[in-house]
């Protein structure tokens, strides 16, 4: 037994040894107290990879209309308004079923993202005040 | 990212512990304890800290609450926070078990006399090798644990785990020639 493999498949085929009989008893007594029912439909939404596709997509949409002046400035304001809505209204209805969140849950995130939105348009949408007067 | 079966097992039984599953903890338990207890061994613990130390994983395990979601493999995690705590035992005791693998490793009781004598050799050089290398050895060949993970338990690279394996091996080849050689000159 004085090769690698020899030496691997006498390794193998060893045993382990086993903590005491008592031990799964202690440990649940000491930890299972410790588990609760803690997690808040945020909770899920965070940690789900369908709500980092959703917002990608959503920040996507933001930059696409922050960056295309000249679709910008031909498209009517209420044609972009209506194309973020539906685009996030369309986020909001997968990332629910996906996570099977209740329709009130659906409705706050939905509504969370339409503020971000919301807030995003304003902020650009604002003139840029000169503190000397001008714009 | 490449995740197993197992890992998809268990990390479903951590979501349900997520959200409140005792039983889910207890099947967590069932499926882990007997390798973390044996890697906490395998350190250099004394039995009574590798308990210890896997009852100390099973409860930060518990009180994460939320952060669970985010560990995607639960089985290295708590490997890593075994490995943590017995560390931080040996540093507080300054002093391992008296003999390295004492209790770690049952020889396996189906082989005839001649094999035992070897396989106890090969326990007994294994005592002798650095704890890493140890580490690696048995995490990856008795454990089934890939080099990646081992990296991350062990917080170093995937090539530096799988360099400390081969260099044990050969170090472990080296120790069990030696003794060989000495036992037949001992007999002639």
Known sequence: ?135 | MDLTRDDRRDRDLVRRVADGDRDALGTLYDLHAERLFSHALWLGARRADAEDAVQAAFVKLAGMGADLLAIRKPRPYLHQIVRAAVIDMLRKQASRAEEPLAGAILVNGGAGPDEQLERRDLVRALGTLPVAQREAILLHLVQGITFREIGRIASVSTFTAASRYRLGLERLRRTLISRLSNSRSNLA
């Open chain 1, 1 to 135: 037994m004085s090769t690698h493999d020899g030496i691997e498949r006498r390794l193998g085929e060893v045993r382990l040894s086993a903590p005491s009989a008592d031990l799964r008893a202690r440990v649940l007594a000491a930890a299972a107290p410790l588990v609760e029912r803690r997690l808040t439909w945020s909770d899920r939404v965070w940690f789900s990879r369908g709500w980092r596709v959703a917002a990608a997509s959503v920040i996507v949409v933001l930059l696409a209309l922050n960056w295309w002046p000249p679709k910008r400035a031909t498209m009517p304001d209420a044609e972009v308004n209506d194309t973020a809505r539906a685009t996030i209204a369309a986020e909001a209805e997968r990332l629910a079923s996906e996570l099977n969140m209740t329709l009130e849950e659906r409705t706050l995130v939905e509504e969370e993202l339409l503020r971000q939105f919301e807030a995003q348009r304003r902020q650009r949408l604002e003139p840029v005040v000169n503190p000397e007067g001008g714009l």
